[in-house]
């Protein structure tokens, strides 16, 4: 077992812990910022959220195509990578103009739809999880 899957196995259960607490916890909790603050509030989560986020997901991505390349096109490491790639697209695609339109105007119609969208990033961490703990198993 390399290092690296290590890394990898390392950053990506820390998003998984992340994207529970946002699904659960603090997605939810937009409902409940008054609209008249919730702008700099929207400015504020997406800066700080962004410190935390961005280098465990741009770790991931590094090593998940190092695991393809590393590992030839098995089905965990390719499952894993596909994945990834898939909560990559709905980040990009769903998520952040989702919170690029919350900076500038207060939405409840948007908060919820961030809500109800990032189940699919919430759904496909759970399942690189599980695909990474058995994946690990195997190297045992």
Do not use: C
Request: hydrophobic fraction near 55%.
């Amino acid at each position: 077992m390399d290092l690296l899957f290590y890394v990898h196995l390392l950053s990506s259960l820390m998003m998984l812990g992340v994207i529970w607490f946002v699904q659960i916890i603090h997605y939810p909790l937009f409902l409940n910022v008054p609209e008249d603050s919730f702008q700099d509030f929207e400015q504020r989560h997406t800066k700080l959220a962004g410190l935390l986020i961005a280098p465990l997901m741009l770790t991931e991505l590094g090593t998940a195509i190092w695991l393809v390349f590393s590992y030839g096109f098995d089905f965990n490491a390719l499952s894993n990578l596909i994945l990834l790639l898939g909560i990559w697209a709905s980040t990009f695609f769903i998520q952040v103009p989702l919170h690029e339109d919350l900076n500038q105007v207060y939405s409840l119609e948007k908060i919820k739809k961030l809500i109800s969208t990032n189940w699919i990033r919430t759904v496909f961490w759970s399942l690189r999880a599980i695909i990474l703990v058995i994946w690990l198993h195997g190297f045992q």
